[in-house]
């Protein structure tokens, strides 16, 4: 890409930035705040009982030894913050997520001696560990590990409370979405924990911005505003949190009390939201930047809720769930559960976490998940990143090796594709987006998914068939572990797993061919897969998966 498009590229991804991220970040780069050392103020007496919240996996394997994106160091071998060791990586080693995981009250001892070990080798405002959302993510694990009966050092209160001190004066309004949530919910947090003046502006703060942001980042459906079902779990997880700890230390007339019932409306909502664009064995659907291990699993967060008396509307064993406001569709048929993407990428300011993903599905039959999208293994600038968030992870249609939305660098997006039509008719499904208006002739994409009791056809077309459309592709990614095998008849595979055929694929326009493929469930795994790529003829192609309604699911 010459200057000039670089330029445009630059002014197509700045363009949509509210004034307030554009101020926010020359304020962020500048104003260096001075660390506040005063004691910190008394602890608030209980209100409530603390309710056991939900677990993540465990992080810290043995002392000083941790375990982060399915990469294990040694905290004497890599320190807190050596820039050879990926930024991820460095991140969760400063959130502290162990103390709370599965398990955790057989790693105190551990625990207490890496709590003391970050104190002694983190000097206040230098390093990681002093960025904002470390901070609000380590300040109220830390508080939630107080909380579940951990008693905490005065030196361990002191530090706390200059970290939120100096958060305070460090929010991430250049950011918005999920990093200032998480800001002022640490805020909310140590308002609540501790007592006095101090706290009550510490509270009054991350309520006016949780006020703000829940309406905003929050949608009718219950999505989460980025789309994104791993950020969707974490802001699940995030509300049940915040209902949690003002029952336990908010009085009757704590200014909290006025958020309860919106995070109860919001948190039901939330999880009907989840279970809708989860597969049937309990994994996230794929879109956007989504991998499986990061937020707690479906389960844990299912009981977390159930423990607060947080209930919401089962889905449908069979029919169509419309998502309106986030613009997803579960469609749920005898053996089959189809997750649809209509969605916009995100909302246009904030689109860090979007993958160029428009019109792409997953499929699971009988249980087992089918037809994927990539999924995400790493974050950065590398290539592997730019491949994760392209078109041609996803199980959709490229266009002439272009991305319906222009992806680059690690979180940036230049052109947005829109949708331009959405459209539910019994068990059909249609929509349409734009990403390749740039393009001559300015091509659309039309996807319609039909589910019947025993098949689902995937109709693409290209209007107009444009001299682009033979190089338009339509993929479909198959989750790790199957393959396609060849019948005896042209254009047809079976979708083989163990020596058992899950399910028959036709290519019934279109020419379809077997590619290898790699498929990113967790961050820093990638597995090997196979995709089924089906070039369009005349711009149309339509596939159709075929399956047995009483068949028995095979095991993983």
């Known amino acids: 890409m010459n200057a000039w498009g670089r330029l445009g590229r630059l002014w197509r991804t700045v363009r949509p930035l509210k004034p307030i991220q554009i101020v926010g970040r020359a304020h962020f780069l500048w104003h ?22 939900a677990a993540r996996e465990p992080s810290l394997v043995a002392p000083l030894r941790l375990r982060f994106l399915s990469v294990e160091r040694s905290l004497d071998d890599c320190g807190w913050d050596r820039p050879d060791v990926e930024r991820l990586w460095r991140y969760n080693l400063h959130y502290f997520d162990d103390l709370n995981a599965q398990g955790a009250m057989q790693r105190r001892t551990w625990q207490r001696d890496l709590l003391r070990r970050w104190l002694a080798q983190n000097p206040p405002a230098l390093g990681t560990g002093w960025e904002p959302y470390p901070v609000s993510l380590r300040s109220v694990n830390w508080i939630k590990w107080f909380l579940a009966g951990n008693p905490p050092d005065a030196e361990w209160l002191h530090s706390l409370a200059v970290q939120v001190r100096w958060l305070r004066r460090r929010l991430e309004w250049h950011l918005l979405g999920n990093h200032l949530f998480v800001n ?59 209902l949690n700890l003002i029952a336990a230390r908010g009085d009757a007339g704590s200014p ?3 958020l309860v019932p919106g995070l109860r409306q919001r948190a039901a909502a939330m999880l009907h939201w989840l279970r809708c664009m989860s597969h049937p064995d309990g994994t996230l659907g794929l879109f956007n930047d989504t991998a499986q291990g990061i937020a707690p699993d479906n389960a844990e967060l299912e009981a977390f809720a159930a423990r607060l008396g947080v209930t919401a509307a089962p889905t449908p064993a069979d029919g169509i769930t419309d998502l309106p406001a986030s613009g997803y569709v579960r469609a749920a048929r005898g053996a089959a559960v189809a997750l649809l993407d209509l969605a916009a990428i995100g909302p246009d300011y904030l689109v860090g976490h979007a993958h160029a993903d428009s019109l792409a599905f997953e499929l699971s039959l009988h249980g087992r998940r089918i037809v994927v ?66 393009q001559p002739g300015a091509p659309m994409h039309q996807r319609t998914w039909t589910l019947d009791t ?20 339509a993929r479909f990614h198959l989750a790790p572990g199957l393959t396609l095998v ?67 699911p095979v095991p993983h």
């Open 32 to 53: 260096r705040p001075r660390v506040d050392p005063r004691p910190a103020p008394p602890l608030r007496a209980a209100t409530g009982p603390w309710v056991t919240s």
């Open 184 to 242: 002022a919910k640490a805020l909310v947090f140590a308002g609540l924990y501790f007592d006095g003046d101090e706290a009550r502006a510490w509270l009054d703060c991350g309520l006016r911005i949780l006020e703000r942001e829940l309406p905003e980042q929050i949608l009718a459906d219950g999505g989460h505003f980025e789309r994104s079902t791993m950020y969707h779990a974490l802001a699940l997880e995030d509300l049940l949190d915040l």
């Open 256 to 258: 909290a009390q006025h």
């Open 373 to 438: 999208n990539g999924g995400t293994s790493c974050y950065g600038l590398g290539a592997q990143r730019l491949r994760e968030r392209g078109t041609a992870w996803h199980s959709t249609v490229q266009l002439d090796d272009d991305n319906s939305s222009e992806v680059w660098s690690g979180f940036r997006v230049g052109r947005r594709a829109r949708i331009t039509e959405r459209r539910l008719q019994d068990w059909s499904v249609t929509g349409a987006h734009d990403g390749w208006r740039h």
């Open 454 to 473: 025993d098949a689902l056809r995937v109709d693409d077309r290209l209007t107009p068939a444009t001299q682009h459309a033979p190089a338009a592709v």
């Open 486 to 552: 060849a019948t005896d008849r042209p254009g047809r595979w079976a979708v083989n797993a163990e020596g058992h055929t899950l399910a028959l694929v036709e290519v019934e326009v279109g020419e379809g061919r077997i590619t290898e493929s790699l498929h990113a469930p967790r961050f820093g795994v990638l597995q090997p897969a196979q995709a089924l790529a089906v070039t369009l003829r005349d711009g149309h192609a339509r596939t159709r998966w075929h399956w047995s309604p009483d068949a028995h």
